[in-house]
């Protein structure tokens, strides 16, 4: 998770688990699931806007008791994210299904997310809100994936992975606005092993598939 805050920039780290299957040598269906833990604070714009220890926002110049200014917090905010991807293998949409180490993956995903935010203060790291209420339902989320594969050996694949996702949650760091939605992207970078079964009695895996032979 990537945070770009005007005090700075969070980078924040995940781990998950990805299960799919490829139904052609150039499409297949995967479903991953990951925990994260990431770090953000005020925007440029945000930051003499006032946090209450419920979590909520005031914009107004009225003195008030008992807030801090946005850019003295950070949140510190735990998510999961379950996605369901669409894999199409880039490469075999052009030229000969050869045999090949390398491959790159496009896949649109579509997610559900679910935040648990927490907002503390820069000076000390104590906790700030103390008496949110703010809900954090599960939501709904859109992105995909970009995918760099090494073919290791018959069973293992290499991979580095980037994403975005798409996010519509007004609470998901920890702070209500007069907004009924806040929009943001969460960008991910990852590297991976993928294990490959079920090929056995293959020459190879379908994703990099042989090319066609010709009766003659």
């Not at 003499?48 to 807030?67: A, D, R």
């Not at 735990?78 to 369901?84: L, M």
């Not at 880039?90 to 496009?106: A, M, P, S």
């Not at 000076?123 to 995918?147: I, Q, Y």
Request: charged letters at 20%.
């Amino acid at each position: 998770m990537v945070s770009f805050s005007a005090d700075k920039t969070y980078i924040g780290g995940q781990g998950g688990l990805q299960l799919g299957y490829q139904f052609t040598p150039m499409f297949g269906l995967s479903l991953t699931a990951d925990m994260g833990q990431g770090k953000g604070s005020a925007k440029e714009w945000e930051k003499e806007f006032k946090i209450y220890p419920s979590g909520e926002s005031y914009y107004g110049t009225t003195p008030e008791v008992g807030f801090a200014r946005y850019n003295d917090l950070y949140a510190k905010v735990k998510y999961f994210t379950v996605g369901f991807h669409g894999d199409l293998n880039v490469n075999n949409f052009f030229g000969k299904k050869e045999l090949r180490r390398w491959t790159v993956l496009l896949s649109p995903t579509v997610y559900l997310q679910k935040f648990s935010p927490k907002l503390h203060k820069k000076e000390d790291g104590k906790r700030f809100d103390t008496s949110s209420t703010l809900d954090n339902d599960v939501n709904l989320g859109l992105g995909g994936d970009l995918a760099l594969r090494y073919r290791a050996g018959k069973h293992i694949d290499l991979q580095l992975k980037s994403g975005v996702i798409w996010i519509a949650n007004n609470n998901f760091d920890g702070v209500a606005t007069c907004c009924t939605s806040k929009y943001n992207w969460l960008a991910n970078l990852s590297v991976g092993v993928v294990w490959k079964i079920g090929n056995n009695k293959k020459r190879e895996n379908l994703m990099y598939a042989t090319a066609r032979s010709v009766a003659r």
